[in-house]
């Protein structure tokens, strides 16, 4: 089943302590992003990856980092995370190379910083 | 950078024809215009896409006039399995992955 999964589902943390959201797809995408959505602000795209190695900002970038060394994964990276991190996390993937935008988005993760 | 504005939110009952229209004044060229239900908790699921004129699916319609500056989704006879919030997407460059969704439409759907 074509699918983007994401891990952990809910995460509760504290601030300062390092975490990982990971995303995978297995559709073999080139392209692959990460949004947060907050109330009444919908959803704001945070990294997005072109391919392996290629990564560039979106709306909302300051605190997060991104990796992509594998085509299917793209993990999202809080360094020192804080309450104003406190989300709803989506990460979607599309085939490149064409003008389409359908997007594949994974369940969410969401995360409250305390 | 390019912007989409929706309604905030629209009521209607069961077997009525809903109309919800996103203004994108800025979208690409050579860019679709897309359309996602996203129902709470969940990822947004794509509806439809299109480039001009009319587009038809088995879900919904999606109208979209020459100057491409708006466009009209289509939900002919919907039931309370509809209520869900409808966002609008473009880019405002073609070719890049920078999307713009706006904050979306949340239809609600009554008996």
């Known amino acids: 089943e074509a699918q983007v999964t994401q891990n952990p589902r809910y995460l509760i943390t504290v601030t300062g302590k390092k975490l990982t959201v990971t995303c995978s797809q297995n559709m073999n995408h080139e392209y692959m992003s990460w949004y947060r959505q907050d109330p009444g602000l919908g959803l704001r795209q945070i990294y997005y990856?072109?391919?392996?190695?290629?990564?560039d900002k979106g709306d909302v970038p300051e605190g997060y980092k991104v990796s992509r060394k594998e085509k299917r994964n793209f993990p999202l990276i809080l360094e020192s995370p804080s309450p104003n991190q406190t989300s709803l996390y989506f990460c979607a993937s599309v085939q490149a190379g064409t003008d389409h935008n359908e997007q594949f988005f994974g369940p969410g993760t969401r995360l409250t910083v305390l | 950078l390019a912007k989409t504005t929706q309604p905030i939110s629209m009521d209607s009952y069961e077997g009525q024809e809903v109309n919800i229209t996103c203004s994108h004044n800025?979208?690409?060229?050579?860019?679709?215009i897309t359309w996602y239900q996203q129902f709470p908790s969940q990822g947004p699921r794509f509806i439809i896409q299109?480039?001009?004129t009319k587009v038809t699916n088995e879900v919904a319609s999606l109208f979209i006039p020459a100057d491409r500056k708006s466009s009209t989704l289509s939900l002919p006879r919907v039931s309370l399995s509809d209520t869900a919030v409808y966002y609008c997407l473009g880019r405002p460059t073609s070719g890049t992955y920078k999307y713009i969704f706006g904050t979306g439409t949340r239809l609600k759907v009554l008996a």
């Open positions: 800025n979208i690409a060229t050579n860019d679709y």
């Open positions: 990856s072109m391919n392996v190695e290629v990564t």
């Open positions: 299109g480039y001009k």
